[in-house]
């Protein structure tokens, strides 16, 4: 069993930066589905996060991809753990200044959101 790859907080951030949303296309990071990642003195990792709506149908998905990018900083998945939680529920004011850069406000959510 090899040990544990010692990361920080930011490549970890880094990485999920590139995990994109299925549907919207938009990074989990950027989106706020993140609400915080610890890394231990061993290296562990522990994701707590959220989703757009509960009981969504394509967190398998995103935890694959999740575990891909964390992959990259040769982080074993065995030495990750992916939290989820409702509390508090994911709503638009979760949303980072940085979707912008896909071109998007928060109001286009306000659209969106109510088809879902």
């Known amino acids: 069993m090899t040990p544990p790859v010692r990361v920080t907080k930011k490549a970890i951030l880094e990485q999920l930066d590139l995990v994109m949303d299925p549907e919207m296309n938009i990074?989990?990071?950027?989106?706020g589905l993140v609400y915080k990642v610890k890394v231990n003195i061993k290296g562990l990792v522990h994701i707590l996060m959220t989703l757009t709506t509960m009981g969504c149908p394509l967190f398998g998905v995103?935890?694959?991809?999740i575990?891909?990018?964390?992959?990259?900083?040769?982080?074993?998945?065995?030495n990750?753990?992916?939290?989820m939680t409702f509390e508090p529920p994911w709503d638009i004011n979760c949303l980072g200044y940085s979707i912008v850069k896909y071109g998007l406000q928060k109001n286009y959510f306000r659209c969106v959101r109510a088809t879902w």
């Open 62 to 65: 995103i935890e694959e991809d």
């Open 27 to 31: 990074s989990i990071v950027d989106l």
């Open 67 to 78: 575990y891909l990018k964390l992959s990259e900083l040769k982080i074993d998945r065995k």
């Open 80 to 83: 990750i753990t992916i939290e």
